[in-house]
């Protein structure tokens, strides 16, 4: 009956005016009919039809009525709302566009940051059942020719972890990297994968042609194939059939067994991915011209929490480890290796591997974001409110005219929707902007498999969002307006009397939030400004600037070959006369990696405190002798390397002040020998000045430099110190590695500054952003003052005109707006800055060097707020001090 | 000529009145409807014009009634309202609701002994 019933209603709505048509003829011939009745019963035909019409009644409202039976009468009154919203808003189209564009800022800058917010920390990763994905700590075997050397204690493996089946369902390994297609004559650079047999199975991905990689072609030597990605095989092939065939990656033949379908482009958004052998040869990596870190990932089988599983492959290693070492000699170095893995965790859920550290900054973004949203609710709040003020003798009239207060206050409400929709829509088209700012932020990994995009998800919260800011601001001020009796209301002129002083407390009282807010999110910024500044005014304990770096791997040959190389890179640069130092390192400093840190253990020392539950260790480092001149970092004692400090000499190596502190507390370390990763002791030749290895934010570790000669590393950066600008330094930092071996690949060829500046992005991004919204805010409040000022000196006029006559001067006039002013930025502020201090506990995170309480902070904001607060209230005060008393009267 | 003072129709009772006016097989437009109900209740009820339309409408949108446009028998144009099976149910219902709200009030009037 129901169904029936709706689907009368809906024909009703689709041909009403069909249907009104008819129902108006309907009633005239009732009436005709009523009249024709009368003169039967003998009155004239003049008075039979007046008759009938008194007798039906008012035929507009009777048809009314009957169309309110259809039942659409919500539809057509928000339709008549919808229209006459619009053209009210044309009419003003200044309060339009300062109320959208409020509206734009405030939902634009939340949608922004809740897509990015979306993509790392919601969506779940595009695999099947992606919460059992892990990341394993587990060692990748490696053949490189040659036995293993002796001694060397077992480290749990991907075989070790494939055979615990009860646990994992699959195992695969992975890396990524970026090679060059050659096919054609400008050779296009695309991200490749280097992936295990087992990869494509693990993370569930489905194939759309061919097969994967087979048992024979993951074997060492077993074959240059390859497997397209969907997007890929489309755009560069056009989607033409390539199985079978070869295409040129970095000059050799590489075959297309397979394609994958379209979606998956795990990792890194590869465009292809080529075999990971087990045990890895340097052969998978031949196209990359260098190793690659690789990551273990598996397939949990149900049942297992993050911790269980954790846990379950620490005790493997502990086994393994345990049962290769005979007697318990180096036990000491098992429980460092053990102690470091609980710290790295045996396996994490791959989201949280990803996406890492990004957590905490953005949803201090989102906070920061949505204070600002407030902010601009408060703003269009104030807005409509004004405009309220001068619609009650509209809405009065229309009241006296028969519309109710609903109805009055449900076409107010739509206004505030169409608002807060068009609002949002402009927003939504300023969030992509936004979102670019926003890519520093956030995870690199995650940038190809969950990109920040504008999602479904994201603009049904756009819209939503629009709803709740349309009743937020909107809500009040509707009812205001419909408030106080309509016959009250024209009798006094629509605009005076106690509900207009009602209607600017309520206006102040707005505006005292907002400044509030406003303090908040200034204490906010202030706060990450000043830590900022702290970073970047760290010691950092090198000199970057002038010198330029880039990275390189070098094709595993002998060693021996290596270094030949390595000091002919050095021999280029250092002839040039225009470089003033140069030097090798295996890992940068300030590079965002923690690159490898062992054990150390000294006889005769007292053992070192554990630091967070475990011992410390030293980061392996391995540079040229000129590495520490190259880059100003203070040689504080004894030598550096030289030429006789090779593989036959006894082995040497220089430490920095930290591991000199750790392990030498009371005793100049030169000459001193320590023990590290199982090899002969080694005598420590010099101490050098703390440099920070990760970022300018990481704490100070212990580090160990070993020679080249002794130790030549297979990636490793080269530098260059010079005058030059760089611009000619750089291309003569790449001529340098080109004269040596014109096919070496060189990457990430940038001055030390860059790496720095990179380090700092994320930082720097979240804390521009924050100081920009603190900006904004301001803005937004200045203005929202200097509206509802001027809004109570208008009020105030004839009061300011009589007290005038009566022998007020200027300066009483100024005094009074004065001191509503800083009643109202007073108040906010005390409210603002109570707030921030509860609140600033939870920004501590995102600090550095600065207290969540720093004092200065709260001073200096008030400070800053009151300046545009008081020029913002200086307009409106000069206004009331011209008013003259004259004026005032005669409008009386 | 109507001159005694006609009552207006008890609240809630106007659906059921119109049923049964068009119950036994009977069309009748809407000025037909007032008619007979004012007739068949000896004059004593009148039908309040500004009510019968929205409820004919009503009626229609439940689904009680269908309703047609015909020519009268003076060749002008009119619409005729038919009882369906939903309505002649609908009517059953409210005729037992209103016996059981009359006797109800009945035994209050003159209560038992």
Known sequence: MRAAELLRRLRYLLLRDRYAAELEEEIRTHIDHRAASLRADGLSAAEARYEARRRFGNPVAIEERSRDM?????????????????????????FGVAAIAVTALGIGATTAVFSAIDAALIRPLPFPNPSRLYTITADVPLDVGGPRPPGLR?????????????????????????????????????????????????????LEAGRTFDAGEVRPHGGHVVVLSDAFWRKQFGGRNLLGRSINLSGAPYMVVGVMAPGFDFPNQSDLWIPLTNPTTFDSFSAFRGFLPTH??????PGFSAEAVSNRVIARWVQLAGASIPGNANSKGLDDDIASMRVQRGAKPLREDLVGKTRTPLTMLMGATILLLLIACANVANLLLSDAAARRREVALREVLGATRGRVTRQLLTESLLLALTGAAVGVGLAPTLLGLLRTLMPADLAGIAPAELNLRVLAFSAILAVVSATVFGLWPALSATRGGAAETIKSGGGGGSTAAGLGRTRRAIITVEVALTVMLLVGAGLLLRSFARVVSQDRGITSDHVATLELAIKVDRRSVRLAKLHAMLAQLQND????????????PLNGTSGMSIGVQVDGEPTPKLRNDVPPMARYLQASGGYFKALGIPLLRGRTFTAADDSIAPPVAVINMAMAKTWWPDR??????????ARAPVTVIGIVGDLRERSLESEVRPQMYFPIDDATPVTLALIARSKLAPDVLLPRLRAAVRAIDPTQAVYNVRMMDDVISTSLAPRRTNTTLIALFGALALLLS???IYAVISYSVTRRAREFGIRAALGATASDIATLVGRELLTMIGVGVALGLAGAWGLSRIIAALLYGVEPHDPMTFLIVPAVLAVPALIAGWPPARRAMSVSPMEVMRAE | MPSTQRSPIPPGTLDMLI???VAAGRELHGFQIADAIERESREVLQVEEGSLYPALQRM????????EWGRTSENRRARYYKLTTAGRMRLATEIDAYRVVSEAIGRILHPAP
């Open chain 1, 70 to 94: 259809w039942g659409l009468s919500l539809l057509e009154h928000a339709a008549s709302d919808l229209r006459f919203a619009v053209r009210r808003l044309r009419s003003r189209p200044g």
């Open chain 1, 154 to 206: 077992h480290r749990a493996n991907i075989d070790d972890m494939a055979a615990m089946t009860d646990v994992f369902e699959r195992l695969a390994v992975f890396a990524a990297g970026a090679l060059n297609l050659t096919d054609r004559d400008n050779p296009l650079r695309i991200n490749a994968g280097v992936v295990s047999q087992d990869f494509f199975a693990t993370f569930g991905a489905r």
């Open chain 1, 296 to 301: 273990v990932v598996a397939r949990v089988r």
């Open chain 1, 577 to 588: 006369p225009l470089i003033d130092a140069a030097a090798i390192v295996n890992d940068l």
């Open chain 1, 668 to 677: 100049d370390p030169i000459g001193q020998t320590f023990v590290s990763a």
């Open chain 1, 782 to 784: 200045s203005f929202g």
């Open chain 2, 19 to 21: 049923l049964k006016t």
């Open chain 2, 60 to 67: 229609l949108i439940k689904g009680w009634l269908t309703a």
